[in-house]
């Protein structure tokens, strides 16, 4: 039977492997082959310059995911299949460490070379990739002092999340993963809350909205829509990229985000356009529902780890001696995905969905016509986004349509009826 559990788990690990590195080969194949070609809907619109600088940083991108992605998938076969976890399990056990100690120490550690394994594609990403196209603007310093607040941030929530898991795990009998199921959603519901007033503001500096045409336009929006915030915010995402963006955060009353990046590229009416479509999120309530989406799956999965538990076949395969709760949930956490890779591409089609639908919203609030396509095609511009992905990957991959599909339904959307 472990010989068996193996098989199997290697198996799916190697499809999900082939299927996310084949459709990343194909996107690859048909950026290279485009050049600086404008697709026929954008011609006009967008400039060939534009699309061969698009197509550049798509494939600079799907390079140094391939390579960060064979090194993962080494890394992740590597830790399960060589013994290491069962040797770190008893190294730990012999220093007389035990239940929750044990059970925290083991999982801190496990997870550690994974974070060591990153840094080296994330100074690449930034301080190469981005920096070759114009858009890194953070220093080494303010690099690692962000990755010394993660770190430390991360321990700060971290630890006692895992010590609590812990307990809900060995303390509340067989009906431990319902039980923990409903703290990890109230732990989530409280970051939510806690995010954009206490974490957010270790990383970025928050100012309200300064009074002018902007402001006024957008809060005259907001109260057309009935929507009420807790204030408009610029973030200064200048500091560390060229990038732009808004979101909101919040479940209730959301607070408003508009990068600094984005404020500077768009019109009023664009930026009208951006909020409004953010407004639609909200208003068709697609943030409670995605809430609710992860709920039900954090239920799932942790009934199927509760399974998973006390099945001594599984330790065996992967050279533990007894079952345990973090041999449990390390094994889990490392090969759960090969076996949920397919669910991909129901999440993007869902994701996708909503797009259209808060597009649709945002066409029929904002009056001037063209606002939120105009919007699109600077935030496609000035990101650098592909203007044509291969159709299987976008539809496996991206939780936003193509530009070229965004302009479509924005047109017919904009059509009368």
């Known amino acids: 039977m472990p010989t068996l559990v193996v098989a199997v788990f290697l198996a799916f690990f190697a499809a999900e492997y082939a299927v996310e590195t084949g459709l990343l080969l194909l996107n690859l194949r048909r950026a290279r082959r485009s050049g600086d070609a404008v697709p026929a809907p954008l011609q006009g ?68 070379p994974f974070w ?3 840094l080296p594609f994330a100074l690449y990403r930034t301080f190469v990739l981005e920096a070759r196209f114009g858009f890194n603007r953070t220093t080494p310093a303010l690099w690692l002092k962000d990755r010394a607040k ?6 700060a929530l971290g630890l006692p999340l895992l010590y609590a898991v812990y307990g809900f795990m060995a303390l509340t009998g067989r009906a431990w993963w319902l039980w923990l199921a409903g703290f990890l959603t109230g732990v989530q519901i409280l970051m939510v809350w806690l995010f954009p007033t206490l974490i957010a503001p270790l990383f970025n500096r928050f ?13 005259a929006l907001a109260r057309a829509a009935r929507f009420r915030s807790r204030g408009l915010f610029v973030m ?16 209730f009353r959301p607070r408003i985000v508009l990068f600094d990046t984005l404020v500077a590229q768009m019109t009023v009416p664009e930026a009208a356009a951006v909020l409004a479509h953010e407004i639609g999120h909200y208003q068709k309530r697609h943030v409670h529902r995605r809430l609710a989406l992860g709920v039900a799956g954090q239920v799932v999965t942790l009934w199927a780890l509760s399974l998973l ?85 976008s539809a496996w991959h991206y939780s936003h349509p193509t530009l070229v599909e965004r302009l479509r339904a924005i047109g017919e959307a904009g059509r009368p009826a």
Not at 150 to 155: E, N
Not at 207 to 219: A, F, M, N, V, Y
Not at 236 to 243: E, F, K, N, T, W
């Open 207 to 219: 100012q309200p909205l300064p009074e002018g045409p902007l402001k006024e336009r957008l809060e």
């Open 236 to 251: 200064d995402a200048s500091r560390r990229s060229g990038h732009g963006n808004a979101y909101f955060t919040g479940f």
């Open 309 to 393: 538990v006390p099945w001594p076949p599984l330790y065996r395969a992967f050279g533990f001696a007894a079952p345990s709760y973090e041999a449990a949930l390390a094994l889990f956490s490392l090969g759960g995905g090969a076996f949920t890779f397919f669910l991909a591409p129901v999440a993007s089609w869902l994701s996708r969905r909503h797009e259209y639908q808060a597009d649709r919203y945002a066409v029929a609030l904002v009056p001037e016509p063209g606002a939120l396509a105009s919007a699109l095609v600077k935030l496609n511009r000035e990101n650098l986004a592909n203007l044509d992905p291969h159709p299987w990957y």
């Open 150 to 155: 993660g770190l430390l941030l991360s321990a």
């Open 116 to 118: 060591v394994a990153g």
């Open 45 to 112: 619109v967008v400039t060939p310059g534009s699309a061969a600088r698009s197509r550049d940083y798509t494939l600079a991108n799907g390079r140094l995911a391939l390579v960060s992605g064979a090194w993962s998938a080494a890394l992740t076969l590597a830790v399960l299949l060589s013994g290491l976890l069962p040797w770190l399990h008893q190294a730990l056990a012999a220093r007389g460490l035990a239940g929750a100690h044990r059970f925290v120490a083991f999982l801190v550690l496990v997870s550690a």
